[in-house]
């Protein structure tokens, strides 16, 4: 599926016409038509993506995870989230470094689905 077939199924679902979808991004008149033949740039890919609410890998087929960047974000708070897991944050009485922590959080997300 090249990007534009993509940016046109998504923007179905989402119940916007290409023309509305580029009057929101705030493109120029048809831009996103010309994506048939044309490469957008990276600019207006990611005003797209944005109004779309998906990343703008998945726009360009890298993945199919609609959100896959926002995925990698870290916590704001590091130790709030190690806090979930209580007293698993040292072992052996001995506090766990800034690496162990990062990899115990790595872990946390995936069993915690976060």
Known sequence: ???FERIK???KNKGYS?????DLAGLGTNSIYHWRDKTPSTDSL???ADVLGVSVDYLLGNTDD?????????PVDLEETLSKLGPSVSFGGKELTDDQKLKLYEMAKLMFGD
């Not at 290409?18 to 580029?22: A, F, M, P, V, Y």
């Not at 609609?66 to 870290?74: E, T, Y």
Request: glycine residues 0%.
């Open 66 to 74: 609609m959100h896959a960047n926002k995925d990698k974000d870290m």
């Open 1 to 3: 599926m090249t990007t």
């Open 18 to 22: 290409l023309s509305k979808l580029n």
């Open 9 to 11: 199924e998504i923007s």
């Open 46 to 48: 990611k005003k797209v």
